[in-house]
C-alpha cells in the first residue's frame, strides 16, 4: 500500500478546510453566535426567575400580561430590581482579553504583507509550505478573535450588562519576528486565562461556549509555539492563571485607562448549575474520559514502537515540510504520547479516590499500516478527545476534578492542532470548537476496540 493517509474526517467530524473559506469563516461566526444567543436567553430567564414577582423584565411573557393593568396601577409597592448576571464579570473579563487580541491582529496585519510574515527572521529555517501558510492562519486567527469579541459583547447585553469597551495599547513589535513571537505570548496567556476562569461560570450555557473558545485558544497558541520554536503543548495539563496573573501580562500593552474585571467569585453569588439536569456522577464522567485516554495512551504507545524516527520524519503526508519541522514530528509524538499515558494515571488514581472502579484498557486495532496512516488517525483522535472533553464540561460537579478536565482539555486541543498541521489542515477550523455527546464519541471509539 502506498504510504498515503487513510479518510479520517468521517472518524473525527472536523471540517477538513484551511480555516479561510469564507464559507467555512461565516459558518463558524453562526455556530459561535448561536451558542452565545442562547446564553443570553438562559440569562434572561434566569434573572426573570430571581425577580420574585416584582419585577417585570423587558420581553415579559404573556403571562405577566394577563395580570390586568388596574391591579398593577394600584401597586405602589416598589419592584425589586433583577439581580445582575454573575457570569457578565467572566464575561467581560474574557472581553476584555479577546479586545486585546482583536486589537493586535487587526494592528499587525495591517502593518505587514503576507511577504514581509512569510519572509520574517524566524521563520527562515521552515519551508516554503509552512511560511506560505503563516498569512493565512494568522488571518483566519485574526477573524476568530474579532468574532468572539462581537459575540461575548452582545451576550453581555442579553445578559443586561455593560460590554467592557476595547482599549489602547502598544504592542511593542518592530519587526514581524517580533509581532509573531507576541503574538504567541498572548495566545498563550488566553488559554491560561479561559483556564482559571472556567470554574467561575455559573450557567452552562456560557461554560459550553466558553470551552469552545479555550480550546480553541490553545490551538493557535499551538501553532504560534511551533513557529516559534517552542514546544506546541508544553505541560500535559494546562496552566491555570488568576485574574491578577493575566492583567499583569495584558496590562504592559495596555496604554489607556481600563476598569478592572469585577472578581469572578463575589459573595452570595449562586452555585454552578453544572449538573442542572444531569444525574451522571463525576465517577462516570471520569471513566468516561479514562476510556478515550487508555485508546490513546495505547494508540501512540504501539505506533512508536512500530515506526522509528526516521520512518516518522519520511511520511508521505509530510514530503512538502521542510527537515526543520520533520526532525520534530517523533520528538513531538513522544511527548503527546506521554501526555496521554499521564492522563490516564492521574484519572486513574482520581477514580479510586472518588471511590469508583477505573475501567481498564481494552484491545484494539487502529487500523493504520504506514506512518502517514498512523498521522492521519492520531489527528482524528485528537480532535474526537477534544469534543468529548467539551461535551461533558457540564456534568462535573467537583471543582478540582473539573478544574483537571478543563486543564486536560486544552492540552488534547493544543495536540489536535499540530496534528491537523502535520496533515496540511487548518490547525483551528472554527471560531469555537464544538462539543460531541458520549453517545457520538462511544461510537466513534467503539471502531477501534476489539471485541474479545
Not at 464559507?23 to 434573572?47: E, H, K, P, Q, Y
Not at 476595547?166 to 509581532?179: I, K, L, M, Q, V
Not at 477534544?386 to 486536560?408: H, K, L, N, P, R
Request: aromatic share 6%.
Amino acid at each position: 500500500m502506498s504510504d498515503t493517509p487513510r479518510g479520517t474526517d468521517a472518524t473525527d467530524g472536523t471540517d477538513a478546510t484551511d480555516g479561510t473559506n469564507s464559507n467555512t469563516d461565516r459558518l463558524s461566526r453562526r455556530r459561535f453566535g448561536g451558542a452565545l444567543a442562547a446564553v443570553g436567553a438562559a440569562g434572561l430567564a434566569g434573572c426573570s426567575s430571581n425577580t420574585g414577582g416584582g419585577g417585570t423584565p423587558t420581553g415579559g411573557t404573556e403571562t405577566e400580561m394577563d395580570t390586568p393593568m388596574d391591579t398593577e396601577t394600584e401597586t405602589e409597592e416598589p419592584t425589586e430590581a433583577a439581580p445582575p448576571n454573575p457570569d457578565i464579570d467572566v464575561l467581560n473579563y474574557a472581553l476584555t482579553l479577546e479586545h486585546l487580541e482583536n486589537a493586535f491582529y487587526r494592528e499587525g496585519l495591517d502593518e505587514f504583507s503576507d511577504d514581509e510574515l512569510m519572509m520574517a527572521d524566524s521563520l527562515s529555517t521552515f519551508s516554503e509550505t509552512l511560511r506560505m501558510q503563516v498569512p493565512e492562519y494568522l488571518a483566519t486567527v485574526g477573524a476568530h478573535e474579532a468574532a468572539h469579541v462581537s459575540a461575548i459583547s452582545g451576550t453581555i447585553e442579553d445578559l443586561g450588562g455593560a460590554p467592557v469597551g476595547e482599549a489602547e495599547y502598544d504592542f511593542g513589535y518592530s519587526t514581524p519576528s517580533e509581532f509573531l513571537a507576541t503574538a504567541g505570548a498572548l495566545e498563550n496567556t488566553g488559554v491560561a486565562a479561559y483556564t482559571g476562569a472556567a470554574a467561575a461560570i455559573k450557567q452552562n450555557a456560557v461554560l459550553g461556549a466558553a470551552a469552545g473558545i479555550q480550546s480553541v485558544e490553545a490551538r493557535h497558541a499551538s501553532f504560534l509555539n511551533l513557529i516559534n520554536g517552542e514546544v506546541p503543548f508544553p505541560n500535559g495539563v494546562e496552566t491555570a492563571s488568576t485574574v491578577e496573573e493575566v492583567l499583569e501580562i495584558a496590562g504592559q500593552f495596555i496604554t489607556s485607562e481600563v476598569s478592572s474585571p469585577a472578581p469572578l467569585d463575589g459573595e452570595n453569588e449562586p452555585a454552578a448549575d453544572r449538573k442542572a439536569d444531569d444525574d451522571t456522577s463525576d465517577v462516570e464522567v471520569l471513566n468516561y474520559a479514562l476510556t478515550l485516554e487508555h485508546l490513546e495512551n495505547a494508540f501512540y504507545r504501539e505506533g512508536l514502537e512500530t515506526y522509528s524516527d526516521d520512518e516518522l520524519m519520511n511520511a508521505s503526508v509530510l514530503s512538502d515540510y521542510g527537515e526543520e519541522l520533520r526532525m520534530a514530528v517523533p520528538g513531538h509524538l513522544e511527548t503527546v504520547g506521554a501526555h496521554e499515558a499521564a492522563h490516564v494515571s492521574a484519572i486513574t488514581d482520581t477514580v479510586n479516590q472518588l471511590g469508583g472502579t477505573p475501567v481498564e484498557e481494552a484491545s484494539y486495532d487502529f487500523g493504520y499500516t504506514n506512518p502517514s496512516e498512523f498521522l492521519g488517525v492520531a489527528r482524528a483522535l485528537e480532535n474526537v478527545g477534544v469534543s468529548a472533553y467539551a461535551g461533558q464540561a457540564g456534568t462535573i460537579s467537583a471543582d478540582a476534578v473539573f478544574g483537571a478536565a478543563v486543564g486536560i482539555h486544552a492540552v488534547e486541543a493544543r495536540h489536535a492542532s499540530f496534528l491537523n498541521e502535520l496533515n496540511v489542515e487548518s490547525p483551528f477550523p472554527m471560531a469555537v470548537d464544538e462539543p460531541r455527546t458520549m453517545e457520538e464519541v462511544t461510537e466513534i471509539a467503539g471502531q477501534f476496540i476489539v471485541e474479545e
